[in-house]
């Protein structure tokens, strides 16, 4: 089987951040596929909303046999693990994304040099280039 790099964005605000991110990364490497690069961790303002609790932020770089969707499906089932709850939407209607706090949040950065456009799942993630809590990370462990 052929072997993906997938780099995933991780970040959390609630909670104790540092060890909900160890056991997000744990769970990766678990289901996923092997973590082979891991950035520093880096702390953060909100980015999209206010609040009084700022972020740790960090990517990894995950080499992995699932496609995107796999991906996908996997990293918001550990999310809800983790103690993420997404807001409900309308059945049928799109809705507008609203950031809120949050214990954990795993974002798909890069899939080797594909690029997806499905209306849940976007890659290379089109807001990553006007984050620097993922640029200065990404930048840090992509070889």
Not at 39 to 56: K, R, Y
Not at 63 to 75: A, D, G, I, S, W
Not at 122 to 140: A, C, N, T
């Amino acid at each position: 089987m052929t072997k993906h790099q997938v780099y995933l964005g991780l970040g959390s605000n609630l909670g104790d951040r540092e060890e909900i991110i160890r056991r997000a990364i744990a769970l990766i490497h678990e289901r996923v596929g092997e973590v082979v690069r891991q950035s520093s961790l880096i702390e953060t303002a909100p980015w999209g909303f206010e609040s009084d609790h700022p972020f740790l932020n960090g990517v990894i770089l995950c080499e992995t046999v699932c496609t995107p969707r796999q991906v996908l499906k996997t990293t918001q089932k550990i999310e809800r693990e983790l103690g993420r709850r997404k807001k409900s939407t309308v059945e049928g209607q799109k809705s507008k994304v609203e950031y809120a706090d949050r214990p954990i949040d795993i974002d798909i950065l890069l899939y080797d040099d594909l690029t997806v456009d499905e209306p849940d799942l976007k890659i290379p993630h089109p807001l990553m280039q006007e984050r620097d809590f993922v640029m200065i990370p990404l930048r840090e462990i992509q070889s």
